[in-house]
C-alpha cells in the first residue's frame, strides 16, 4: 500500500501569502495526484489532478507541482475564501490513499 | 448537471443494522464507479470500497473488507453503504463520490456526506 505525508499539518498565513504545501508518497506514483480543499461541513472539492492540471474553475493562483514521490500545491496569493483544509490523494494504485490534511489558517 | 444525493444524517446504537444511500442524476449511471469515503470527526479521508454500477463489480479497500457491504441499485440509480452491526468506532461522516473516467481515478463529483453517530 502507499503512504501519503502531508506537510506541515497546519499553517498560518495572511492574506496575500504565498503558501506551499507538500505531498510524499512512499513510492513512486507517476504523477497520479490529485489535490482537494474542503471547508468545514463540506464535501471535498477537486482543485488539481495529474500533479498539476487545474480543474475547470478553480482560480489560477493555485498550482501544483512535483515529480516521482514529492508533490506540491501552492496557493500564490492567498484569499480570505482559501482558508480551509487541503487534501492530497494518490490513484497510482489500489488501495487510493490520501494525505493527512493541512488546515490553512488566518494568521 | 452531475449530482450525487446522499440519505440524511442516522444515530444508531451498537450493534445495531444500518444503510445510507448515494443517488446519483446527471450521467449515465450504469457506465460509472461510485466509490465511498469515510471521514472520522477531525480526522482525514479513507477510502473503503467503489462498485461499478454496470455490473456490481466491487472493490474493497483492506481496511474496511468485510467491515462493510457496498451494493447497488440500478432501477433507482443509487448505491448503497451497509453495515450489519455497528460499533462506535463507525461515528463518522460518510461521502459518496465519482471518480472522474476509470477507474482508480481521482474524484471530480462528491455528495453532500451522511452523517452517521453510533452511540448507547
Known amino acids: 500500500d502507499i503512504q501519503m505525508t502531508q506537510s506541515p499539518s497546519s499553517l498560518s498565513a495572511s492574506v496575500g501569502d504565498r503558501v506551499t504545501i507538500t505531498c510524499r508518497a512512499s513510492?513512486?506514483?507517476?504523477?497520479?495526484l490529485a489535490w482537494y480543499q474542503q471547508k468545514p461541513g463540506k464535501a471535498p472539492k477537486l482543485l488539481l489532478f495529474?500533479?498539476?492540471r487545474l480543474e475547470s474553475g478553480v482560480p489560477s493562483r493555485f498550482s501544483g507541482g512535483g515529480s516521482g514521490t514529492d508533490y506540491t500545491l501552492t496557493i500564490s496569493s492567498l484569499q480570505p475564501e482559501d482558508f480551509a483544509t487541503y487534501f492530497c490523494?494518490?490513484?497510482?494504485?489500489?488501495?487510493?490513499?490520501f494525505g493527512g490534511g493541512t488546515k490553512v489558517e488566518i494568521k | 448537471e452531475v449530482q450525487l444525493v446522499q440519505s440524511g444524517a442516522e444515530v444508531k446504537k451498537p450493534g445495531e443494522s444500518l444503510k445510507i444511500s448515494c443517488k446519483h442524476s446527471?450521467?449515465?449511471?450504469?457506465?460509472?464507479?461510485i466509490g465511498w469515503v469515510r471521514q472520522m470527526p477531525g480526522k482525514g479521508l479513507e477510502w473503503m470500497g467503489i462498485?461499478?454500477?454496470?455490473?456490481?463489480?466491487?472493490r474493497y479497500s483492506p481496511s474496511f473488507q468485510g467491515q462493510v457491504t457496498i451494493s447497488a441499485d440500478k432501477s433507482i440509480n443509487t448505491a448503497f453503504l451497509q453495515w450489519s452491526s455497528l460499533k462506535a468506532s463507525d461515528t463518522a461522516m460518510y461521502y459518496c463520490?465519482?471518480?472522474?473516467?476509470?477507474?482508480?481515478?481521482?474524484?471530480?463529483?462528491w455528495g453532500q456526506g451522511t452523517p452517521v453517530t453510533v452511540s448507547s
Open positions: 463520490a465519482r471518480p472522474r473516467g476509470g477507474w482508480p481515478n481521482y474524484f471530480d463529483y
Open positions: 446527471g450521467y449515465s449511471f450504469t457506465s460509472s464507479w
Open positions: 462498485i461499478y454500477l454496470g455490473d456490481s463489480d466491487t
Open positions: 513510492q513512486g506514483i507517476s504523477n497520479s
Open positions: 495529474a500533479a498539476s
Open positions: 490523494q494518490q490513484y497510482y494504485s489500489t488501495p487510493l490513499s
